[in-house]
Every structure is written in structure tokens, then in C-alpha cells.
């Protein structure tokens, strides 16, 4: 490749902003050339306007970069990388699409429109081409795509190469969700300090909503979500970065322990194939020990992009128990969304 | 009451043993006139001998009380309360119910033996009387009565006024326990600092047997278990005290919100018409704010010993969901146990 | 007694204002009849204003009570505890003082004005008489008390003693202070959690010139600061509750551990003579063993008011090394401010 | 370099041997060979005896090493870099200096010997060579050198700069050490969640100690100690990895901000100019943010190797004030032990 594809980001300031920066810096294929932020920021340098919150240092070329206004107006980057709240991002991100932009939001404004695909490429890259029934699109050439709810991501990972081997017909799901996805101030440590918060607004109704589109199959230029039931229990816990989910499952085929497992190990996809930069090698990587998979110690494999799976053993009500991880800043959002751009860029849709 | 009945502790060092103490001090029926504990505690002092944890002061009295070697020779008190790992009170408790010792034991060595009642006072207090049927009572009235798991302890309460007004059929639950419930030193910090550990040894296991039992019937001198199902995903997470559980609930009838909140409030049972000093006004008691119950905020409710749920919502897939918190060490373990040792003298079985 | 005196609560929303009625609620001579929030929240009920977020329950009297508009306009209560940031005291307290009031304040914004007495009752009782300098109280017989800054008062309780028997020179402190000290929603859990943060703004300022003014005497109609060097050191901590401090101190006599430990398990005061509810039996309690104090275990002594001290032992550099607790939210805010309020009542202040 | 020079390890399955394997396992100039353990681990493969608790895979080379016994009979690497406790490394690593060995100490025991080095390469390099006058080089080749104890190592490293342009007389010091200081399984979780521990058995000698040994010259074949007095304060705290110190210092020369900072940010040294592999680049970094450094977020500045150190302000009773970070079983431990090793190679003692 010669020349890195420009790039912008949307609410860079914030915690899933940064993230995408933090992808982004040395990525192969893109360059982050824009960035926009709240009018609280925009015109300040980057590093005045963001509290920057990870562990590795503020590149100094973004530190010094210009925060823009978030709008369309007269910027080069096709392909816009969108971390903004869903109200923000119900009113900007359609801004955007309607004047060419390809809008890679993680927001979840529009996930469920019927136009708009919700992907993760591993599971439902044939979805992407909704692009093409979107008015934007045959405007002006934009369009948006989404990546899910941190919580259904790596969830939907793992329940994948299962539904696609044995089918599955209901799935019992509670989670312990790392703070970091509440955002920057996000949730007041006096509320979670040695606490569990057994509420998180929404939540529980996007997992299993947008499991279902996930998992479901394109019919024409609509997607028919699966026919398969989700009741999610939704739990905030005093964890940094990683989703935590206790998982029963009832399949509609038998499976023996051997052939889950070995349909989670086996489990590559297009991503793989098209040796997308951001795709792990193995998506999801079934743990044997029987204390695992745990936030501190399995979040980063695959580079945040792999999902972890482990303590499968029988349910008593249900066909099967597990545990499974992944993290939710990465995986469950910044990553999700480079790895739908890099996706795009390969299917020849940034043009 | 003119005098007070002198009672011992077994395992007095440890994590339960030390809220046997805090519990007991100036309790209105008891008094601590032993302690025993391991070899290597024996013939010190008490206060030389543990290493005191709990967020009140050790009592002088007890401080300076001579620890006494496991053994029932020649000790003083009948009601002996035991907090005993497994493997210890497998060997020790048969010991002093033989002697004719009344054993009150939070272990769950004999829990599940078929002549040991396994006792919530609130829930199945008739099933004291298999007693009777115990060697040791016929022998030289001796007997052993056993508490429930702390994870098994608020999820039952919350369950039997369900179970006796609609019937349960099904149970999920996933766990978010609290680090003393492993007893001290227990769980490293390392292991659970900014983490979640999914997988407590047997735990899972204990919580589905243990609550059939529980909810079972007396039938001529053993116990009929009930005919439910318990799925348990068992969780460790980074929070002191209060062990806090997701439930999704299959009724026999159905019920509507209100009446199930109204079962649980209402839920008033023997302990409380005896008006047993332990027993809590209100044993089960429904938060109504969206974000509760919390492990910080709600553990202490009913002096630690009420099940505290809320968040009830109808299920996708069984009828009802909700959340339960417990305070594990003491509803869960040295306020259950001392709860029994009273509802036993409140029974004449203590002579 | 025959009938209690009512008071006011300003800022009753906070988590200042929580611990006020709390302490509040049953006590012997005071009860809550007004309570004041920000605009935001007056006109509502207090159940609806505040975000209770103590661990015991919010008492239903209060939950129902209106809450007011922070303005003195035809109040009854001439006790008026304040729990305001800074900011909105500068403007509000004045206020109730001029109208009349005998404002009992915990903000900082009033503790170094020459006629404002910044009072410990334990340490500087005498202080309160700077009141009559007041114009307020020359005017109408309103006046003004403050408290110290959180992390002040359990060193200069600690200090107090020493400084009487032996002089203090110069004091070295490094705290380590609890989240519940930046109020709430306070410190973001992103920042704190398995982390520490070595600022906390103006802090070191506030401990190094109110310990000069708590520790100095009164000269005429103003306070002579004592005659001595602080140097701060001031750090956040993942603890709920609780200050600890690391402090070295050179003296101006010699004294031994045995002397300075005696100074402080007899210190006894005006509060202890007078019996003032809120005094605690030992405003400073010295801890043996030598890994304490530590805030869970011990914060709670003497209902949150005692400061407690541990490993006493030589300093290399100054006379000597120990480190000292206290309850940042009782000693150190809402249980200082009932102590002061006591103090005024026995001392004739409230007419 | 054609061939890698193979090492051994003592104590590989702690909490430091395991850091030495993640930092050895991708060493440009070291290959991992042998490793050994307790007897307890004996024999056993790796993964079998090393709970591996860090967040980076255990390398299944090494998962499928035996673990030998801690004993030097016939083994082939010269070099072997030591984790093991005071108490066995007493015992076992002159052992292995007697037999030829260069044992790379990261123990206590033999730090302060007369004939062993304490070093930090960017410190005191040259103290390498009391190696020539133990008796072990002069019977076989073996030798020992040690590295200091993790709370000295960050402060020593922002103290070296300062020592030599301006000379330090005085520093107190109150540090607030993570967790994975104290070993696995450590701290109980019971003892640190949402607490302070204000004592860490032995720290606050051996920082004292170390500290005068490290910044002191040769003079013959023995150190003599730098002429400064340190008072330090060691307390646990909450976090992971990385050691916070909030440090007063009195400098014999008067030194502007400006220039304390210029020595820090310019401060390089024997390693930097070596190229050694785990050198940093900069040693220490000053950061101007007022709230930091900050362990989650500081403690990998420079792959771990870096001091981190901010707040420079005057000190009310000293010269200077100021925060400083370190990563405790990097460079305060498995990498302080390398970088000696690597020291070691350059100046020709590996033969």
C-alpha cells in the first residue's frame, strides 16, 4: 500500500475515542487526519481538550492536532470512526452519511435500523451490504455502519461457531461489566468501590435484541433476526476493562463438550482470510483451567480482539454452561468499529 | 430469662468463628463460656491466638479467654457452634454430638446426610425434628443441625414465600460472591484485585442440592426434596461482605409483580412470632430503585440478616427475573447458625 | 430536656449532608426541622432530591420533608449545620449568619477569617469566643463556626496532646485519603480504582495553615498561630472512608514513646467533661500491634470520632514516626460540626 | 551476537521468577535453559508448578521445561538470575557462586555484605566491581551481584541526578506499594480491599539502607555510604503494580525547579550509552500534569524501566517536594536484575 487512507474520528476526547486513537496511531492501512470533538473542545489543541486516559502515552503528533467542530463541513476523510453518545450521534452521524461519508459508528442509535447493518465481521460480514438500500448511499455514496453493545460482542463471538454447527434456541446470559464502559467520569467510585450495581440502563434489552440481528440472515434488504431468545441479566462490577458473561445455552442439535469447544477453537472467518490488520488470529480461545477466564489475565489476548471462553461443563436446565470475557473498549468498541472499517476497505466500499 | 445458656464455638479463629463471637457477646439468651480451635492455637489466648478482622473491637473478656483444643472432653456447654472448614468438622462435630453435645454447624460436611437437618428458620423449621432419628440424640442427646451455603441462604429466602404461594419449577442464577465467604487468608489480592474469578470450588453444586433440601418436606423421619431445578454459575468478585445474585425464575402458577412483591414482604415466619432475638422484623424485603439492592448499601439491612431483592422484571424465557443480596457472613453463616441455636432452645431441645 | 432544639441542615443533599442527618436522626438535644439543597433540588421531597448513599436507611421522616431554597427568608431553626462546597458558602452562609443564624460550618470557605473561629472542641474550645468579634453577632446575634478540613483533623487531634506537653516544631505528613472526601459523584472510578492520585487541589495548603490556627491561642480578639512548620503531602486513595496519614515530628522538649503514648490515651477535654453527645469517650486511641491503625478496621472507634494512632517509633531525620486515622466523613466533616454545634449549646451560644 | 548466552532461573514459578521469564523470553542476548523451584515443584513441567499470573500467555517452551531443584550439581548456565526469598536465598545462592556461578540476585540477603554489589546501572555502575574481591571470583569465577529492594529503586533512581549536581542531605520519604510487592499468594484480599496497611515488615531499614548504599562511592574494595539521612514510611496500598513515594528533600546546593527537572529529564548513563537491551531510554521522566505520576497509568512508561516523577514544589521544611513512580517487579525487580545481567556482559564478566 502507498498511502494511508485518511481517516476522522468522532468524540475523540472520550474513552472510546481515545481507544481509536490509541489503534489507530500505527495502523497499516489508516491515518487519523481529523478529529472532532463537543463544541467545549473544538479549537483547542487535543491535548488540551482531553483528560488522556490509557496507559500508553498520547502520540505527540494528535497531542498537537486541532480539535474540529463536529461537523461535516468541508472535511477530506471518506471514512469517519463515530464514538459519540447515542443522542449526539442520532443527530451528527446521519449529517455525516448524507454528505458522503462512510460513518463506522459504535453508537447505538441506529444498530437497530432496518437499513443500517450491525457487524461484527467474524459473524455477519455479508450484512454489510444493507449500505446499499441506504438513501445516502445512492445520494451521495456515504452511508453507516455499527458494531454492537460491548456486552453482546463478545458474547455473539462465542455464540457464533455454535449457532452455525448445532443451532441455538435460548440463551440465559448475566454479566459483570467492567466500568470503563460507562465512559469518562462514567460511574462515581463511591458507587462501585467494593460494590456490584446490579443495573445498567438499556443494557440488558440491547443484548438480546441486537443478538438476534446478529445472528440473523440477510433476506433481500432486510435482515431476519434469529429465531432464538436472550434473557440477559446486567451487572456493573469494580473492573477496569472486561466484560465478564455466565452463559446457559440450549441448542437445538446435541453437541458433546469435544465438538464446542472445538467449534470455538476452529472458529476462523472472513477477517481471518482477508488477514484484516485488527482481526485476531483466533477469535474465540477456549481456557482450560477451571478458574478461567478472568479480566486481569485473559482480556488481552488476541490484542483485546479475541473473545475467551472457558468452564464449559452441563446445565442442569439448559444443554450447556460457560464463562466468556472480552474486552469491552477494545473488542467491545474502538476495535469493533476499525476492524468494520478495514472490513469496508476490502470489500471495495471506501471507494 | 434468669441465666444465660453457656455455649461454645469450635473454630473460633477464623473468619465465622469471629462473627460467632461479635453475634454472641452480648446476645440476650447466650453466653461464651468455650472456644476451641487448632492445635496451633491451643492453650494461647484468644487474642494471641487470632488475628481479630471484623470492624468492632474484640471484646476483653474474649481476648483473654484460654483457647481449648478441639475435643468434647469434659467441656461445659451443650450448644456447641461450629465453624469448621469441611474436612475439619467431617471428623470433629461427630466427636461432640456423640459426646451429647448439641452441634450447630455452619460446615457443609453433614448437610446433606440424611438424618441432619439443614435449617432456615424461616423456611423449613419443621425439619429440626429429624433429630430424633439421629444416633447420637437416642444415644446421650447429642444431635447436629446444619445452615445452609451462604450463596444458598439468600436465594432460599427469597424463594420459599415464592414457592409456597405459586410453586417453583425452575431456577438460573449467577453468583457475584464476596471475598469472605473463602475465610481469611482466603482469596489473594492479586486474584481478585480489579477482577472476577469464575469458579468457587463445589460451590455450584452445594447451591442446587442444598436449596432442594431446603425447600423440601418432611416425610416419616427424611426429607423429600423439592421437585425444582437449580442451574448455579458461581462468581467471586471484589467486594468484602454480601454476596449478590441474578435469578431467573419458572413459577408452577402464575403470579403477577405485585404478588410476588407482596409474597416477599409479607413473608413472616416462625422466628418471627417466636420473636427469636436473631430474626430479622422483616426476613425478605423488596427495594423498589431501579439499582438495587447493593452489596455496600444493603448488606446490613435486618442487622445483616434480611435477603434484599429487587429489580424484579419479567424473563424472556422463564416468568420472572430479579436480584438478591445476602450478607454472607452473616445470614450466611454465624447469624443462620446462631439463628438455629436459638430456634432450638425455643424448641426444648436444649434440655 | 424537655424539648429539642431544631436545626437546620444547608447542603442536605451532599454526602456531607447525608452523614448530618445520619448523626442527626436520634440525637439527645437536636432535631432536623429545615432542611436546604441547591435550587435543583428545592421543592422536592428529600427522597426525591438526594441520592442516599449510606449504608443505613435513609429515615422516613426525612425522606418525606420538603427541601428548601438555600435562603434564610423566614426560617425557624437558629442552628444551622452547613455542608456546602466552597464556593456556594462564600455566598450562603453570610446570608444565614446576617439574618441572624448561628451558622455550624464544614466548608472551608469562612476557617482562616480573622473573627471566624475554626474550632476542634477537643483542642481549642477556647476559640469559640471569637464569635463576639463577629458583626453578625453584634448585629442580630448571628454568628459563624467552622471545622477543620478533613485530613487536618485527625493529625491535629493526634497533635494536640504533644503540643501541650511537649511543643511541636515541625510535623512532616503524607495522607492518604479516602474517595468519600471528594463528596459524590467525586473521584470517577476510571481514576482511583487499583490506582492512587498524588493531588488533591488546595489540600496541602488547607492542612498546613489550619493546623497553625487550630493548635495557636487567642490573643485579644484574634488567634496567634501556633508556632510551628507543616509540610504536606497530600495523596487519593481506593478506601471508602477513612484518612490514614504518615507523619514525622520533631518536638521541642524530649519525650519518650512511653510519655507520647500516654499523652494520648489520657487526653481528655472539655467535650469528655461536659459529656457532649457526640464526644467520644477517647478522642485519640493508640493501636499496639504494629499494622495499625488501618481505615476498615478501625475508622469506627469511638462512633467515628476518636482519632486512632499506631508504630509509634524514632525518626532518623525529627524525634519520631507514626501514623494516624481518623473517619474523614464523621471525625472529619458532619461528626466535627455536631460536636461544634454541642459545644455552642453548652456554652450558652444558642440563647 | 551469533548464540544466544544461556541462564538459568531460581524461584521461576513466584511472582518475580515469572516476570523474569516474560521479560527473558524474547531477550536478544539471553535464552531461558534451566529453571528451578522449590522442592515442592520439583520435577514437574513448568505449567504444572507456576500458577502464571501474568497478563501476557506463559510461552510453551517454557510451560514444557522441568523444573530442576534449586541446586548448582552439573548445570550448564554460568549465569542465573535469582527470586528468591531472604530466607533460601541464604542458603542457595552462595551455593551457586561457589560452584561459578554469576548469580544476578534480586534478594535481600547478601545486599548489604561488604563484598557485594548493590547496584543500579544508571546509579552506581562501577560498584560492579567489588565482584573481584569476593572469594567465590577468586576460587572459581562465581560471583554475586544484587539489586535493591523495589521501594529504593524508584526513589534512588530520581535521587542519582540530583546526588550528583546538587548532593542530597535529607529525604523523607512515605511510600504507597502495590500489592504484587508482597508476592502471590501475598497480601489476603481480606486485608488491602478498600484499606491501607501502614506496614510492610523490614521496607522502611532497607530503604534507609540501600539508599546510602547504592548513591555511595568506592573507596578501595568496599562502599562507602553516601552521607544522607533517609526516614521512610511504608504502607500497602490497593494497586497492582507500581510503587507511589511522596518524598521531602533538603539538597546541600540551592537548586531552581527548572534545574531539578533539566537533571532528571537529561539524566543519562552508563546503559543508555551501552545500548543495554532493557536500558530506557530515559531513566526518568518528569511529568508536568499536576496529578500525576499515577500508577495505572505511569507505571510502563518505558517498558516498566522508567522513574516517574512529578509535583515539584517547594517543601515548607526542606528544599523540595515532590511524587515519584515506579514499576515495582520491573525495575524495581525481574528488570533491575536483568539490566544487571546485561551490565554484566558488557563489562566482561559472563567470560
Same mark, same amino acid.
Given at each position: 500500500?502507498?498511502?494511508?487512507?485518511?481517516?476522522?474520528?468522532?468524540?475523540?476526547?472520550?474513552?472510546?475515542?481515545?481507544?481509536?486513537?490509541?489503534?489507530? @496511531?500505527?495502523? %497499516?492501512? #489508516?491515518?487519523?487526519?481529523?478529529? =472532532?470533538?463537543?463544541?467545549? !473542545?473544538?479549537?483547542?489543541?487535543? /491535548? &488540551?481538550?482531553?483528560?488522556?486516559?490509557?496507559?500508553?502515552?498520547?502520540?505527540?503528533?494528535?497531542?498537537?492536532?486541532?480539535?474540529?467542530?463536529?461537523?461535516?463541513?468541508?472535511?477530506?476523510?471518506?471514512?469517519?470512526?463515530?464514538?459519540?453518545?447515542?443522542?449526539?450521534?442520532? @443527530?451528527?452521524? %446521519?449529517? #455525516?452519511?448524507?454528505?458522503?461519508? =462512510?460513518?463506522?459508528?459504535? !453508537?447505538?442509535?441506529?444498530?437497530? /435500523? &432496518?437499513?443500517?447493518?450491525?457487524?461484527?465481521?467474524?459473524?455477519?460480514?455479508?450484512?454489510?451490504?444493507?449500505?446499499?438500500?441506504?438513501?445516502?448511499?445512492?445520494?451521495?455514496?456515504?452511508?453507516?455502519?455499527?458494531?454492537?453493545?460491548?456486552?453482546?460482542?463478545?458474547?455473539?463471538?462465542?455464540?457464533?461457531?455454535?449457532?452455525?454447527?448445532?443451532?441455538?434456541?435460548?440463551?440465559?446470559?448475566?454479566?459483570?461489566?467492567?466500568?470503563?464502559?460507562?465512559?469518562?467520569?462514567?460511574?462515581?467510585?463511591?458507587?462501585?468501590?467494593?460494590?456490584?450495581?446490579?443495573?445498567?440502563?438499556?443494557?440488558?434489552?440491547?443484548?438480546?435484541?441486537?443478538?438476534?440481528?446478529?445472528?440473523?440472515?440477510?433476506?433481500?434488504?432486510?435482515?431476519?433476526?434469529?429465531?432464538?431468545?436472550?434473557?440477559?441479566?446486567?451487572?456493573?462490577?469494580?473492573?477496569?476493562?472486561?466484560?465478564?458473561?455466565?452463559?446457559?445455552?440450549?441448542?437445538?442439535?446435541?453437541?458433546?463438550?469435544?465438538?464446542?469447544?472445538?467449534?470455538?477453537?476452529?472458529?476462523?472467518?472472513?477477517?481471518?482470510?482477508?488477514?484484516?490488520?485488527?482481526?485476531?488470529?483466533?477469535?474465540?480461545?477456549?481456557?482450560?483451567?477451571?478458574?478461567?477466564?478472568?479480566?486481569?489475565?485473559?482480556?488481552?489476548?488476541?490484542?483485546?480482539?479475541?473473545?475467551?471462553?472457558?468452564?464449559?461443563?452441563?446445565?442442569?436446565?439448559?444443554?450447556?454452561?460457560?464463562?466468556?470475557?472480552?474486552?469491552?473498549?477494545?473488542?467491545?468498541?474502538?476495535?469493533?468499529?476499525?476492524?468494520?472499517?478495514?472490513?469496508?476497505?476490502?470489500?471495495?466500499?471506501?471507494?
Amino acid at each position: 500500500m502507498t498511502k494511508k487512507i485518511p481517516v476522522g474520528i468522532l468524540g475523540a476526547t472520550g474513552t472510546v475515542g481515545q481507544r481509536f486513537i490509541q489503534l489507530l @496511531e500505527s495502523h %497499516p492501512w #489508516f491515518e487519523i487526519e481529523w478529529l =472532532a470533538a463537543s463544541d467545549r !473542545s473544538a479549537g483547542k489543541t487535543y /491535548a &488540551e481538550a482531553a483528560k488522556w486516559n490509557l496507559n500508553t502515552p498520547l502520540p505527540g503528533r494528535i497531542a498537537r492536532m486541532k480539535v474540529s467542530p463536529a461537523a461535516p463541513d468541508g472535511i477530506a476523510p471518506k471514512l469517519i470512526f463515530a464514538a459519540l453518545d447515542a443522542k449526539a450521534a442520532r @443527530e451528527i452521524e %446521519p449529517a #455525516f452519511a448524507a454528505a458522503g461519508h =462512510a460513518v463506522v459508528s459504535n !453508537s447505538s442509535a441506529f444498530r437497530m /435500523a &432496518e437499513d443500517v447493518p450491525l457487524v461484527i465481521p467474524e459473524v455477519n460480514a455479508d450484512h454489510v451490504d444493507l449500505i446499499k438500500s441506504q438513501q445516502w448511499y445512492k445520494d451521495k455514496g456515504g452511508f453507516m455502519v455499527t458494531n454492537s453493545n460491548c456486552s453482546a460482542m463478545g458474547l455473539v463471538l462465542a455464540l457464533a461457531p455454535l449457532h452455525r454447527r448445532f443451532g441455538i434456541e435460548k440463551i440465559f446470559v448475566a454479566t459483570m461489566q467492567a466500568i470503563s464502559g460507562a465512559g469518562y467520569p462514567g460511574v462515581p467510585s463511591m458507587d462501585i468501590l467494593g460494590n456490584v450495581i446490579p443495573y445498567i440502563a438499556n443494557e440488558e434489552h440491547k443484548m438480546e435484541e441486537e443478538t438476534r440481528k446478529l445472528l440473523g440472515s440477510i433476506k433481500g434488504s432486510s435482515v431476519v433476526p434469529a429465531d432464538l431468545v436472550v434473557s440477559a441479566h446486567c451487572n456493573r462490577v469494580a473492573v477496569e476493562d472486561g466484560h465478564m458473561e455466565s452463559v446457559s445455552l440450549k441448542l437445538r442439535q446435541t453437541a458433546s463438550a469435544e465438538e464446542i469447544i472445538a467449534a470455538w477453537n476452529e472458529f476462523r472467518c472472513l477477517p481471518q482470510k482477508l488477514k484484516l490488520p485488527t482481526a485476531p488470529e483466533q477469535p474465540v480461545i477456549y481456557e482450560t483451567a477451571p478458574d478461567r477466564p478472568q479480566p486481569r489475565l485473559d482480556r488481552d489476548r488476541g490484542r483485546g480482539m479475541s473473545s475467551v471462553v472457558g468452564r464449559l461443563r452441563p446445565c442442569n436446565i439448559f444443554d450447556w454452561r460457560f464463562t466468556v470475557l472480552s474486552h469491552n473498549t477494545i473488542r467491545g468498541a474502538a476495535g469493533a468499529a476499525v476492524l468494520n472499517g478495514e472490513l469496508l476497505r476490502a470489500q471495495g466500499y471506501l471507494g
